[in-house]
């Protein structure tokens, strides 16, 4: 089984300073991690990927993420927030190799002017 | 870029009928699945589909739900009788081999 825990609903942060989306997964076998962005009335898309390669992983738009086996958490950071940023953030876990995706219930990331 | 593409993008129909939502996968890519999002819920797995036919479904996935991919480039999901309840931001996705999926802009559907 695997299952995914986004620890906050929303967050808000001032344009320029960094931002930390937190997510602690659960999975019983090497898990794949992802971060999906869905703008409003927009898709979700991809925004990084950790399949058991490199442990941080860079995304786009200057977002990365750092996989920590010994805490069980994928979070994702920017050093600094734009406006374009706001939107909401799903943390999504699979089992490698499993294609059915298991998403946590999503960041409301708000950027204040 | 390559992209998946969802028609339509909202439909409002009525309780009891059948419902056809479409998808155009990523050209080269081979696993095909159906997610859906109830408003203000979370995103869940409904099916995924490889080599022609349903490789993995949810308890979701009743008898109301099938999907088809009829010509090579298209990839349906048709809801037989419509509930109140199947009201939801559906999305189509795709990928080349299982690790990384690529969704469309979805689907909503109302049903009133």
């Known amino acids: 089984a695997q299952s995914v825990t986004q620890l906050d609903s929303h967050v808000s942060v001032s344009e320029g300073t960094p931002v930390l989306l937190r997510c602690n997964y659960s999975?019983?076998?090497?898990?794949?991690l992802f971060w999906y962005v869905q703008h409003p009335n927009k898709g979700l898309q991809l925004l990084l990927k950790y399949t058991s390669a490199a442990t941080l992983v860079k995304g786009i738009n200057g977002f990365e993420a750092e996989f920590k086996k010994s805490e069980t958490s994928f979070h994702l950071t920017k050093p600094s927030a734009h406006m374009s940023d706001a939107a909401e953030y799903f943390c999504v876990v699979s089992n490698f190799g499993n294609e059915k995706l298991t998403f946590g219930t999503g960041t409301r990331l708000t950027i204040i002017p | 870029e390559p992209e998946v593409t969802q028609t339509p993008s909202h439909q409002v129909t009525q309780m009891g009928q059948e419902v056809i939502l479409r998808c155009v996968p990523i050209?080269?890519?081979?696993?095909f699945y159906w997610y859906r999002q109830i408003l203000g819920q979370k995103v869940e797995f409904l099916v995924s589909?490889?080599?022609?036919?349903?490789?993995?479904k949810s308890e979701i996935f009743d008898d109301q739900f099938s999907v088809e991919r009829p010509d090579g480039s298209n990839f349906t999901l048709k809801i037989r009788s419509t509930k109140l309840e199947d009201s939801a931001m559906y999305f189509c996705a795709s990928s080349e081999v299982s690790d990384t999926i690529y969704f469309g802009e979805g689907s909503w559907l109302t049903v009133v």
């Open positions: 050209s080269n890519h081979l696993y």
């Open positions: 999975s019983s076998y090497s898990p794949s």
């Open positions: 589909f490889y080599n022609n036919e349903i490789s993995e």
